[in-house]
């Protein structure tokens, strides 16, 4: 339903209402809207933020309370009367190529590949929580992708960042378990995985942790980053942007 809504305020079927807020959305600001359009539940923000739970619902409630929003619906249509999104255009599919990455954005693009969470990656290269959410941000206006473990797959997919290095050997995957890794290339929220890997929402949560652990990995982006190390994704021409790296 937020999609829905989301494509009829950005191809002008709708107008948002006025709410005669004034607000600057920061980059996890944005990046929580994003998700809710992108059908993430509440309950699994921090998975998609590298936050904990708590900090994820801290953020998140504090967003509804500045832009006066009391459901999720609500904050789509006032993150648009904010201006965060484009205005419509005639031609709303015909989208102008983002600016190239810069140095500390490919530093932490780097990072997210290893699984590595936001405040962790902060301390890592010296940069302030926001500042890593910022370029997040920047990295998913780029590549396309919400999720984070699909953000890491089109960074390595492009070849702009190496995977991480893999401690053990290939584990001897199952055909069901290729299914399941394989969605992770594309599918962000948990009802997609499922849904592509042919299992039930109750099951694929099990599956995918049963997963994790026989990799070695410490969450789903991190197995991604293990599966392009050990090669087991194809590389076809992505549907999605191919992301530039400016010069230093």
Sequence with gaps: MASLLHHLYLTGMLQPAETGIAHTLS???????DLIIAG????????H???SKEAARVVYRRLKETTGSATRLHLVGHAHALGVFPSPSPHPRKLMHPPPLCPDALRVAEQLVTGALNPAIADMLGMSVAEVSGHLDRIGQLTCARARHTRAHQLLAS???APPPASRPLPVFSSAEKRLL???RSCETWQSIATSAGLSL?????AMQSLIFRAGADNRTHLVGLAHAWDLFDHPPSARATPEVSPP
């Design 202 to 206: 109750s099951s694929v949560k099990p």
């Design 27 to 33: 980059a996890q600001e944005r990046t929580i809207v």
């Design 49 to 51: 933020l590298g936050t």
């Design 159 to 161: 070849g702009l960042v």
């Design 40 to 47: 993430v539940p509440i309950r699994e923000l921090h998975e």
């Design 182 to 184: 394989s969605t992770l």
